[in-house]
């Protein structure tokens, strides 16, 4: 029996899942009743399919006596408690690889809406503002500029790739320096957002890059900075992004995730030089069809006995 804590968006994943597992549907509970009804199905659950985002917490994990796997519909694992799986033996799968060139699309989206002021131009067209002859400020051309690329894994490189077909010069942190790439390494993240334009977040989220992103790394990207982030918002201290953003010793930022999905600070909201989505870095038809997909064959070879495709170790 399979519990599903999150639906994808792909109907034919959906009916995949259905027809090859008996599922139980936490997402279809209303919200108030979601414990209660868990109680009546955990006992015989023996794999969890669930999202990056929402993840799995150990408190769930031990009401589940009998899961043996965690499909995780997303690339990062920051929301499973991988050390209460480690230690039951909970196999756990993610989704990389599929989702690499839209993570890095919507990576170049913000970073040249914020770039081009993409909101603010649309607004003054949808508000009369360009028949009213109102002026408009130039912005600042992207070529030439650098962009530094927190995290240089797969959706990094992805990142740099595009930021560099756009005239732009890269430069990369992360502790593991990578072997076989031109793009310079710099010396720590302190150094990398002194050095850059644009920094952009791909590093995972994890105990150790929470808040890497704070006032000091934010202060050295200085007044004409621009922050951009796809990965997680555990790795930037919200608060002190606001200040800086309010105080204006921060030029922008153009975000894609936040520390307490869905809600966003209404600070952040209030203010004009942000850019802001609503976490949908892999969210295309395609993507998050080879996503669930993965996530049904990681399912399907789990239970033939034979290797998973995608294991977390
Ligand atoms: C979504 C993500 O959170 O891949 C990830 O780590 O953050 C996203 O793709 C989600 O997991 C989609 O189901």
Not at 40 to 46: I, L, P
Not at 158 to 164: E, S, T, V, W
Request: glycine residues 8%.
């Amino acid at each position: 029996e399979v519990l599903v804590l999150a639906a994808s968006p792909s109907a034919d994943v959906m009916a995949q899942l259905e027809q090859q597992f008996d599922c139980h549907h936490l997402w279809q509970q209303p919200r108030d009743q979601q414990a209660q009804w868990l109680q009546g199905v955990a006992a015989e659950v023996r794999a969890v399919v669930t999202t990056g985002a929402i993840g799995i917490n150990a408190a769930l994990l031990a009401q589940l006596p009998k899961v043996e796997i965690v499909a995780v519909n997303g690339i990062g694992t920051d929301a499973v408690d991988l050390d209460a799986t480690r230690a039951r033996g909970i196999a756990v799968t993610n989704t990389p690889g599929v989702l690499t060139d839209d993570v890095a699309d919507v990576a170049m989206l913000l970073l040249l809406s914020a770039a081009r002021r993409l909101p603010a131009m649309d607004f003054y067209v949808r508000t009369g503002g360009w028949e009213a002859g109102k002026p408009v400020a130039p912005a600042r051309a992207l070529a030439g500029k650098v962009c530094g690329i927190f995290g240089f894994g797969r959706i990094g490189q992805a990142i740099a790739a595009r930021a560099q077909a756009f005239g732009m010069e890269v430069r990369y942190f992360q502790p593991r320096a990578i072997e076989g790439t031109p793009v310079p390494r710099a010396d720590s993240l302190l150094a990398l957002a002194e050095a850059s334009d644009y920094l952009v977040i791909a590093a995972p989220g994890s105990p150790a890059t929470r808040h890497a992103v704070n006032a000091e790394v934010l202060q050295a990207l200085g007044q004409t900075g621009t922050l951009v982030n796809i990965a997680r918002g555990s790795l930037v201290d919200e608060e002190a992004l606001i200040a800086a953003l309010r105080d204006r010793t921060l030029g922008m930022a153009a975000l894609d995730v936040f520390a307490d999905e869905p809600r966003v600070p209404v600070a952040l909201r209030e203010l004009e030089n942000v850019v802001l989505t609503p976490h949908i870095g892999s969210l295309t038809v395609e993507t998050r069809h080879a996503m669930g997909q993965l996530v049904v064959n990681n399912l399907r070879a789990h239970f033939a006995g034979q290797p998973l495709l995608t294991p977390v170790k």
